[in-house]
Every structure is written in C-alpha cells, then in structure tokens.
C-alpha cells in the first residue's frame, strides 16, 4: 500500500519507522512518504494560515500549498490544475460539488486515490473502516491545523480522488497528525504480511462485534492473585466456553451498544 502524509509537523511521523510498521515500511509491504506541508510555500514565513473571511476565532489554511501538495502526490499536472483553475469563474454560482461528480474512476478506469481529511466533522472511524481501508492501493492523509482547511482544498481534491472527512471520536484534537497516526496503526496491521501471525488479527476486541477475552501468562500465582484454574486445565472446550463468556460479560458491562438488542 502507498501512503502519503501532508502535515506541517512532519518530524512527528517519525515514529513510523519503529516496530512492525516500521518492518513493513522497510519490506516494501507499505510505501510511506511524510510531506512537509511548509515545502509548498513561497514567502519567507512559509506561511500555511490567514484570517478567515467573514470574520471568527482562529486561522484557516490557506488553499496554495495543499493545492501544490495535492498536485504533487496525486500526479496532476499544472495542465490539469491550470485546467481546473480555467474553469473556476464560470462554476462560481454552480451548486457545490455533490458524490455523484466527485472522481470516483480516473480517465483510464482506475480507482483513484482515497485522500483522508482527519476531522471531528467526519464519519467515526472503527474497526470496519480500518478493514475497508486496508484494501485500499494509495491513502493520502491531508492533517489539518487551526480552525481547518479552506473549504476549496476539500472540493479540489474530490475532483482528482475520492475524499474522506474521517474523525477519531466525538472530541477535538489540535490537528490531524493524532487521529493519522492511529488509523495508519489500525489500518497499517490489516495489511497482509504487517503482522508475523495473522491468527492474532482473528481473536481481537471488534473483530466479531465483541470485546477481547482477558489474557494470562506465567507464573500462575502472583502477588497472590491466581490465574483463572480452567486456563490452566488443558481442556480446550472448557477454555473456548470461558473465553467466549468472558468477551459476553466484558461486552455487556463495558459497550452494552456493541450487542445486539435482546
Ligand atoms: N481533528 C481534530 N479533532 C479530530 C477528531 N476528533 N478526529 C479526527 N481529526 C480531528
């Protein structure tokens, strides 16, 4: 899978390089490229933000550099994007961009990228998400900053790729940087060949719509808590039966919503 990242903290995906992402960059299993969004700018403060018209809290990016950025990683040429700027004063007044016109196929029949934008005002990422995205050829993570992204990035980019607005959880992070971070780690173990024993994926929290059972592992008796006795029985059906019971309660106690209705 090839990832691209636009971020102007590139220095905080570092971490990428370590452990079994880390080994899957260095397989080739995962092609990940950090883009320093500051890289597109042109004036001395390589400035990314500005006030925002009709006035508010806060800064808004400015559309040049993720435009330059965009082009860049999506392989549209200054032709393409002088094309789409041609067209801009006769579009001005026409309805905002629906799914429908968005580019769901490249000229050539192919699947253009998926371009993610981490925000609060996103579809909530789960597991399911995580699976579906592990499909996926080429993911660009767009991260913003400050009070968001001028608008026209957003619709720029559905008329190159299929766009994602995807948020993290029902609160507000300072940027995307976080949030990317999390659903490449979720996203990056589904990958065939990311994790050494795929067995591992199969018995997890989510998987199956229920919560892990809880694990155990030597020594059996320690500061005198006990392991489980039927853990330590060798009778694998009664252990499956344990197991499964524990995920049913934990499921029930913690994220009684998981379960389906009684
Ligand atoms: N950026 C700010 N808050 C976020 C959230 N909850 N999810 C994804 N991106 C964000």
Not at 130 to 154: P, S, T
Request: net charge negative; charged share 25%.
């Amino acid at each position: 899978m090839k990832i691209d990242i636009v971020s102007i903290f590139p220095t905080f995906f570092d971490v990428l390089d370590i452990s079994l992402l880390g080994k899957a960059r260095q397989n080739g299993v995962i092609n990940l490229d950090v883009h320093d969004l500051r890289d597109f700018t042109f004036d001395r403060h390589r400035t990314v933000d500005d006030t925002p018209y009709g006035g508010g809290a806060g800064m808004v990016m400015k559309p040049e550099p993720w435009g330059l950025a965009l082009d860049e990683i999506l392989g549209i040429t200054e032709g393409q994007a002088q094309d789409d700027q041609a067209k801009k004063p006769a579009d001005q007044d026409a309805p905002a961009q629906t799914d429908a016109d968005a580019a769901t196929t490249a000229a050539d029949g192919s699947i253009p990228p998926l371009v993610i934008f981490p925000s609060p005002a996103g579809d909530v990422f789960n597991q399911a998400m995580a699976k579906e995205l592990a499909h996926e050829d080429h993911l660009v993570f767009g991260c913003g900053r400050y009070e968001g992204i001028d608008q026209r990035v957003f619709d720029y980019a559905e008329q190159h790729a299929r766009v994602r607005l995807v948020s993290l959880g029902d609160y507000v992070l300072n940027g995307g940087e976080v949030a990317t971070m999390a659903m490449i780690e979720a996203i990056g173990r589904l990958i065939p060949g990311v994790v050494g024993n795929p067995e591992s994926l199969t018995e997890e929290s989510h998987e199956d719509g229920l919560l892990e059972y809880p694990s155990y592992t030597k020594p059996s008796t320690w500061r005198g808590q006990e392991v489980p006795p039927v853990l330590l029985s060798g009778n694998h059906g009664a252990i499956e039966k344990w197991r499964y019971e524990q995920r049913v309660e934990r499921t029930r106690r913690v994220r009684p919503d998981l379960l389906p209705p009684e």
